[in-house]
């Protein structure tokens, strides 16, 4: 029986895959390399190595972590100035099924980050908590931010589900035990996502997907 959700953020509840990916791109560029979106699809989507290793070993970890802190900053700073939309489709979704599922959101984003990208938007009042990058030790594809989920949630990994958009967010769930369903954007709308349950194009396909489990 099908109790609880647990939602991945970025590319899943917000438009923001296509913005962080641009935040790496503009990192890069002035260091000799230019980021595509199969290399961010590859390093960072399926992955979780981004691209610090074509620039080893001429840099530093020191040096990294102050790109890292760079990137950060600026992406922050886009996310403040910019129109962060909703995913279409999300709003209603997540008010037809929180009356009837648990949902809580694990992310692999910054807090200060989400924290942004959801002062301008009403989606969080649907949620019990949200797990973010520092919530944990190990991000995905890891399965420990979704096993501490289900902690939370107090439920069985056969009694919730996941809802995704990236390969090693696929790859975490799977290894917590638990049914996803992913949803395809842009920038991974030519992956087959093998071992999901559903790979899906449009939240309204999401939604009917739940339901059927209800």
Not at 80 to 104: F, K, N, Q, W
Not at 162 to 191: F, K, W, Y
Request: aromatic share 8%; proline share 4%.
């Amino acid at each position: 029986m099908l109790r609880a959700i647990l939602w991945d953020n970025d590319g899943v509840l917000v438009d923001t895959e296509q913005l962080f990916y641009e935040a790496n791109r503009e990192l890069f560029l002035p260091l000799g390399l230019e980021l595509s979106a199969r290399h961010f699809f590859d390093w960072y989507l399926a992955d979780n190595c981004g691209a610090w290793h074509l620039l080893e070993p001429r840099l530093s970890e020191e040096h990294a972590e102050a790109l890292r802190a760079v990137r950060n900053q600026r992406y922050a700073a886009r996310l403040a100035s910019e129109h962060i939309p909703a995913i279409d489709g999300v709003v209603d979704t997540l008010a037809a099924l929180s009356p009837r599922l648990r949902m809580g959101v694990v992310t692999s984003s910054n807090r200060d980050h989400f924290e942004i990208i959801h002062q301008r938007l009403d989606l969080l009042r649907h949620f019990e908590f949200v797990l973010t990058h520092e919530s944990y030790t190990r991000s995905k594809p890891s399965p420990e931010p979704y096993l501490l989920g289900l902690e939370r949630m107090g439920v069985g990994a056969d009694e919730a589900l996941v809802i995704e958009d990236s390969p090693r967010g696929l790859q975490a769930a799977t290894a917590a035990g638990m049914r996803c369903i992913i949803l395809r954007n842009a920038l991974t709308r030519q992956h087959d996502f093998p071992g999901a349950w559903r790979v899906l194009d449009t939240m309204a396909e999401v939604r009917a997907a739940v339901e059927s489990l209800l």
